[in-house]
């Protein structure tokens, strides 16, 4: 066998091997993030579709359309008269869509201030476990998370209901309780519409404040003061705000 075919016998036995060799394993750090999250399980009430929010809307504006124009057909003689029922439903239309579009905002804000006071009490355990109640992932509720479980008993102490408000949102019943987002995405969806609004603006009139004293003590706490001060039962060493130095900043 002359050097010729050897050396070409060994590039062909060389290239073999690379296309026989195992593939190197991808690190996650360098895949795309919607390959990693593809296999995440999310909630179908997660995903909110724009055209299908508008269809419902969109066939009540034309038959209000068609409806006006058949009671209104000896009034309406003029072009402008047309114009004017038009912009009517129109603006109906785009009202409703507004108040519609406005529950998933109000969720979402509510969700982001869940999130932000659980990422808060992660450096804080005892304070979480003592005071705080985080719920669960499609938790189940009990008659005793709601305003008919609530009953005055001075004989003995009655565990605190795993609601922020009642079904109906009407009844407050535990500042405390942290809802999943799970469950953020589906409360008072089955109350009629202007009072689902109510109650989701009310859950986030009385979320946002906390988080935002749970935020200001927190990080108060963590300006000059030893992690020891704030382990159950409490330490001695008082709280002291002379993190501001000779100005007195913290004071």
């Not at 750090?29 to 579709?49: D, G, M």
């Not at 927190?218 to 159950?232: Q, R, V, Y």
């Not at 060493?237 to 501001?244: A, C, T």
Request: with cysteine.
């Amino acid at each position: 066998m002359g050097p010729d075919r050897r050396r070409n016998s060994r590039i062909v036995n060389g290239i073999e091997n690379l296309l026989l060799a195992p593939t190197p394993k991808v690190p996650d750090t360098l895949t795309h993030p919607s390959e990693r999250f593809q296999a995440t399980k999310r909630a179908p009430e997660a995903f909110v579709s724009l055209q299908l929010e508008k269809v419902g809307l969109r066939d009540m504006m034309l038959n209000a359309f068609l409806l006006r124009k058949q009671t209104m057909a000896n009034r309406m003689k003029s072009l402008d008269e047309i114009g004017k029922v038009k912009r009517d439903v129109i603006v109906e239309y785009c009202q409703k869509f507004n108040c519609r579009m406005s529950h998933y905002a109000l969720r979402g804000q509510i969700m982001a201030y869940c999130n932000s006071l659980r990422a808060l009490l992660e450096d804080f355990p005892t304070i979480r476990d003592t005071f705080f109640m985080v719920g669960q992932p499609q938790e189940k509720k009990g008659l005793r998370d709601s305003k008919e479980g609530l009953k005055a008993d001075p004989r003995s102490f009655q565990p605190r209901p795993r609601c922020l408000l009642s079904a109906d949102g009407k009844v407050f019943l535990n500042l405390w309780f942290l809802p999943h987002p799970s469950e953020v995405l589906v409360m008072f969806k089955t109350l009629p519409e202007k009072a689902a609004f109510r109650a989701l603006q009310l859950t986030l009139q009385l979320i946002a404040p906390l988080h935002d004293i749970v935020a200001y003590l927190f990080s108060f706490a963590k300006l000059g003061n030893c992690p020891t001060c704030f382990e159950f039962p409490l330490s001695a060493n008082s709280l002291k705000g002379d993190w501001g130095g000779t100005e007195g900043i913290g004071k």
